[in-house]
């Protein structure tokens, strides 16, 4: 059965080779694909961020909110958004949880602090991205030697006691610090 349709096709391309031609205007060409063992630039070496290293930052964190005597919602995400690690200190406000993360994965998603969101597009990219984007203070790039590797974000209190928490989850891990 395959044999004869295999056949039949050669037949057919051999009869129609006229109605190929009068088809060719209409046949977009496109390039050969190169190889793909060829091409290393498909391909990039990563730094991700070790369980240690979110665990530093949450320590630190948690010290710099205790000195500050603000309980904070610290969470940590990877370069992707994903969490990490989180902590939602004894007497923060639980919807906390919300807005740290969303700091964080802003932070993370834009490679720069949340506050950094463009005042006049913040509250449209946050409906854009259903809240994933805030503006709001308290959420910073993790980097290490300018490589990105995540973000931290922090809520529950005043924007600049977030801000500061999230320095000092930085700080922690050795992290490039961010204003
Ligand atoms: C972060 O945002 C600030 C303010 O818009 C800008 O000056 C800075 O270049 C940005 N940083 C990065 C790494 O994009
Ligand atoms: C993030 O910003 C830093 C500092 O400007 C820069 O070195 C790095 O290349 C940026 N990374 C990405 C993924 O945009």
């Keep these: 059965m395959f044999l004869v349709s295999a056949c039949s096709l050669l037949w057919f391309a051999a009869a129609g080779e006229n109605n190929v031609e009068s088809y060719q205007d209409k046949v977009v060409t496109l390039p050969p694909l190169p190889p ?13 961020l070790h369980h240690s290293g979110v665990l530093a930052m949450l320590a630190g964190a948690v010290k710099q909110a205790e000195d500050m005597e603000q309980p904070q919602v610290v969470v940590v995400v990877d370069a992707s958004g994903e ?4 902590i939602r200190m004894t007497g923060s406000k639980f919807l906390s949880r919300k807005s740290a993360l969303a700091k964080a994965r802003t932070a993370a998603s834009i490679n720069n602090s949340s506050h950094n969101v463009p005042a006049h597009v913040a ?3 946050s409906a854009a991205t259903q809240g994933a984007i805030t503006s709001l ?15 931290v974000g922090v809520g529950s209190g005043h924007g600049f006691q ?9 700080a ?3 992290a490039d610090r961010v204003e």
Excluded at 83 to 86: F, I, P, S
Excluded at 139 to 147: A, F, M, S, T
């Design 36 to 48: 793909l063992s060829t091409n290393e630039q498909f391909y990039e070496p990563t730094v991700r």
């Design 83 to 86: 969490v990490l690690g989180e």
């Design 123 to 125: 509250s449209e990219l």
């Design 137 to 151: 203070m308290g959420g910073l790039p993790v980097r290490v030697e300018g490589i990105l590797v995540g973000g």
């Design 162 to 170: 977030d801000l500061v928490v999230a320095q000092a989850a930085l």
């Design 172 to 174: 922690a891990a050795g």
